[in-house]
């Protein structure tokens, strides 16, 4: 099963038979003319510095091409703007070609069209699934709005002769694929809508034909998603969380994951196709307010992430080397996205002045430790449309060796210093009479009788707690690891005994952070039971798309 399609257009610029398309690009120092003459579709790539005079004659050439000339040149090209009036001699190309000029090419005349709304490419899933609906995530130009544009879906089905029957199911951009659709392959087109073209420009299939498979409701993820079929309205004081590691590809289907860690689970449900059908299932049905997703791959951003979310705006940060990273995901309709920012967990340590006094007192050994780790933080600074509150968003992916737990207790005390920090930075920025309140997400790859657990929730590390210590007994972290801040947890709760479940580890290590002063925890949504993970043994399986299950919860302000 493919994991999703993406084309690219060029033909879909030209416009109609009648126009000149010219696309200019802020900061380029070239731009393209494209238009059709002859039968023939022309590209010029041309210098907005040159005189336009020079374009001209190279569109007479080009144009030329194949007709008998008796002169041996080109065709005769001459520009005019909107009044009729011939431009100015030695104007450049960058002002010359104007919105509404007349070009004409030989006996044929055209309108220039500057940088009009244009359709470069599409990604969906490989496969859609009845009864779920279908965005395509698009890459345009100069689209302001939906209604820009044109949308037709066809279904194309295979009949007992062997013949190819088609019908356009719908032209709306979304699509639920139905139970008709079954054993058919869909394909989309998409154009620009433009009234002031007469005819209007052809349909340019922007996507190949995918196909459509049976209902997949004996998804793990159904019976959480009874819990969540509800959202909240733009104006609630409650909001639903989701932290989830939704398992990168390069881990699933390296030789680690399909002969080391994961031998237990199907083949085909580690693939990359299976899992992002899934995962573009399983997302939208937790109406989250606000998500929070670790081990994200570019690859997969648009498909299946944002294809399955358009309702949602989002922040991705990457690790370096390592491929994937985090997204943070947040409700269009409910808050204005005010800054994101990203910080280097090693970069913080060794640089900020906030951490002066930690790096010092942290043993030099530990110190080393830390360089070549990737781990990043993400802070994203959310605004309530409702009422003006804002909201600061942590997320993070600590590091997951087992046997390095003091990193992992420096890179929460970091974390904690980092919001702290920031807190400070927005609540003198903004002019809201309350401070901001403050949420953290993350795989944290220690449970809750960690150290880091510990630090977050309790603002201090306990003086004897074992994981001052480094493993090999070598090295202690005397810093007593103080912060400002106190939080309330997801986890440990019990509806909620674990996170992450294979076949060698079983345990919570996933968590939603609440600030104590700003949130109260109204419910956290149940894991299955553990006789449904085990099923196939453990996670992943063809029922779940990643070796751990997302952390839900509702929390709801306390001064509202």
């Not at 997703?293 to 997969?300: A, N």
């Not at 949130?519 to 992943?540: C, N, R, S, Y």
Request: proline share 7%.
């Amino acid at each position: 099963m493919a994991s999703g399609h993406i084309a690219r257009i060029s033909s879909a610029l030209l416009r109609s038979r009648q126009s000149v398309v010219v696309r200019k690009i802020d900061g380029a120092t070239y731009m393209n003319l494209y238009l059709r003459i002859n039968g023939n579709y022309r590209v010029l790539r041309r210098s907005r510095l040159e005189a336009f005079e020079e374009t001209l004659e190279r569109i007479g050439f080009e144009s030329a091409v194949g007709l008998k000339q008796t002169d041996g040149g080109g065709l005769p090209v001459h520009l005019q703007d909107a009044q009729g009036k011939p431009k100015r001699p030695g104007t450049l190309n960058a002002h010359a070609f104007c919105d509404g000029d007349s070009l004409k090419v030989g006996d044929e005349e055209f309108e220039v069209v500057v940088n009009p709304p244009t359709v470069l490419g599409i990604y969906f899933p490989g496969a859609f699934t009845v009864g779920v609906p279908v965005t395509p995530n698009l890459q345009a130009e100069n689209v302001s709005s939906d209604d820009q544009l044109c949308y037709e879906w066809r279904c194309v089905m295979t009949n007992d002769s062997g013949e190819k029957e088609e019908q356009v199911v719908s032209k709306e951009n979304t699509y639920t694929p139905t139970s008709a659709d079954v054993g058919g392959r869909l394909s989309l087109s998409v154009w620009p809508a433009d009234a002031r073209r007469n005819p209007p420009p052809v349909p340019v299939t922007i996507c190949p034909l995918a196909r459509v498979e049976p209902d997949m409701t004996g998804l793990g993820y159904v019976s959480r998603a009874e819990h969540t079929r509800t959202t909240y309205p733009v104006d609630s004081d409650t909001l639903r969380l989701v932290s989830y590691n939704i398992l990168a590809v390069k881990y699933a289907l390296d030789d680690k994951g399909l002969n080391g860690t994961y031998p237990y689970c199907d083949v085909k449900a580690l693939q990359n196709g299976y899992r992002d059908s899934v995962l573009s299932h399983e997302l939208p049905a937790y109406n989250a307010d606000i998500m929070c997703l670790q081990e994200v791959e570019q690859t997969r951003l648009k498909a299946p992430i944002l294809a399955s979310l358009p309702g949602y705006s989002c922040h991705v940060s990457m690790k370096h080397q390592l491929r994937e990273g985090m997204a943070t995901l947040w409700r269009k309709d409910r808050f204005v996205h005010r800054e994101s920012k990203e910080y280097r967990m090693k970069e913080v340590l060794f640089e900020h002045p906030i951490m002066a006094e930690f790096f010092k007192a942290l043993p030099s050994r530990l110190r080393g430790g830390f360089k070549p780790r990737n781990t990043v933080m993400q802070l994203t600074h959310l605004q309530q449309k409702s009422n003006g509150r804002d909201i600061i968003v942590g997320n993070t992916h600590l590091y997951y060796l087992p046997t390095a737990n003091e990193q992992r207790l420096a890179m929460s005390y970091i974390t904690m210093k980092m919001m702290q920090h920031y807190k400070q930075q927005v609540t003198e920025w903004t002019s809201c009479p309350l401070p901001p309140a403050l949420l953290l997400c993350g795989d944290f790859n220690s449970t809750p009788d960690r150290a880091v657990h510990e630090i977050i929730t309790t603002g201090a590390l306990n003086r004897t707690h074992p994981n001052r210590v480094s493993e090999d007994n070598r090295d202690v972290i005397e810093h007593p690891c103080e912060h400002d801040l106190r939080f309330g947890s997801v986890a440990p709760h019990p509806d909620v005994p674990w996170s992450n479940y294979t076949s060698s580890f079983v345990g919570m290590i996933d968590n939603i952070y609440f600030e104590d002063s700003a949130f109260d925890l109204v419910k956290a949504i149940p894991m299955p039971t553990e006789e449904t993970v085990q099923e196939f043994t453990a996670l992943p399986s063809v029922r779940y798309c990643s070796d751990h299950l997302p952390v839900i919860g509702e929390v709801r302000f306390k001064d509202t």
